[in-house]
Antibody, heavy 119, light 109 residues
Framework: QVQLQESGPGLVKPSGTLSLTCDVS?????????WSWVRQPPGKGLEWIGEIYHAGNTNYNPSLQSRVTISLDKSENQFSLKLNSVTAADTAVYYC????????????WGQGTLVTVSS | EIVLTQSPGTLSLSPGETATLSCRASQSVSSRYLAWYQQKPGQAPRLLIYGTSSRATGIPDRFGGSGSGTDFTLTISSLEPEDFATYYC??????????FGQGTKLEIK
């Protein structure tokens, strides 16, 4: 059972950069998982943002690709999300999630963190 | 992009009844790549079903999935009070890699 915990500022100014970190416990970030970010605007559905593998491979949602960077820190056993040029439309609960390599589902989820974009 | 359309938007049923939730894809989806999640208010989604019909670890057998091609179904038999939640279908393999349906809210009648 992979345990995930998001952290980061809950308030970001418009045009700024949203930065979140996901701490991974019980498994090494170099284990056989893809590490994803998913977001959910208040009262709305789920949107996959992107994923990273410990070898550095990434896949992004084309709708966000120009503004998103996902990276990982093996020494801290965590991975991160940066979303730049944010607007109010980026206000959402942001979840980190994990997929077992070779499968096509989001097996484990963090509890989520609300990020509000407002001046 | 593969668009998933879930119906109905809201389903009102009583405990003990059977819920049938639909997920229709805009193009054919491999049955290996269709999953369902349950989400309760204030909580993260939880994986229920993967590969169209395989239950995730710890999921009771009153949850069942079926379908193929563009039409998939989640069936919940003998509804328990804890089953009232929002359910999302998810596909893998298009662009973006993961897309979700808009959700079906299952509420107590």
């Amino acid at each position: 059972q992979v345990q995930l915990q998001e952290s980061g500022p809950g308030l970001v100014k418009p045009s700024g950069t949203l930065s979140l970190t996901c701490d991974v416990s019980t498994y090494s970030i170099s284990s056989s998982h893809w590490w994803s970010w998913v977001r959910q605007p208040p009262g709305k559905g789920l949107e996959w943002i992107g994923e990273i593998y410990h070898a550095g491979n990434t896949n992004y949602n084309p709708s966000l690709q120009s503004r998103v960077t996902i990276s990982l820190d093996k020494s801290e056993n965590q991975f991160s999300l940066k979303l730049n040029s944010v607007t109010a439309a980026d206000t959402a609960v942001y979840y980190c999630a994990a997929t077992i390599v070779g499968t096509t589902k989001l097996d484990y989820w963090g509890q989520g963190t609300l990020v509000t974009v407002s001046s | 992009e593969i668009v998933l359309t879930q119906s109905p938007g809201t389903l009102s049923l009583s405990p003990g009844e059977t819920a049938t939730l639909s997920c229709r894809a805009s193009q054919s989806v491999s049955s290996r790549y269709l999953a369902w999640y349950q989400q309760k208010p204030g909580q993260a989604p939880r994986l229920l079903i993967y590969g169209t019909s395989s239950r995730a670890t710890g999921i009771p057998d009153r949850f069942g999935g079926s379908g193929s091609g563009t039409d998939f179904t989640l069936t919940i038999s003998s509804l328990e009070p804890e089953d009232f939640a929002t359910y999302y279908c998810q596909q893998y393999g298009g662009s973006p890699l993961y897309t979700f349906g808009q959700g079906t809210k299952l509420e107590i009648k």
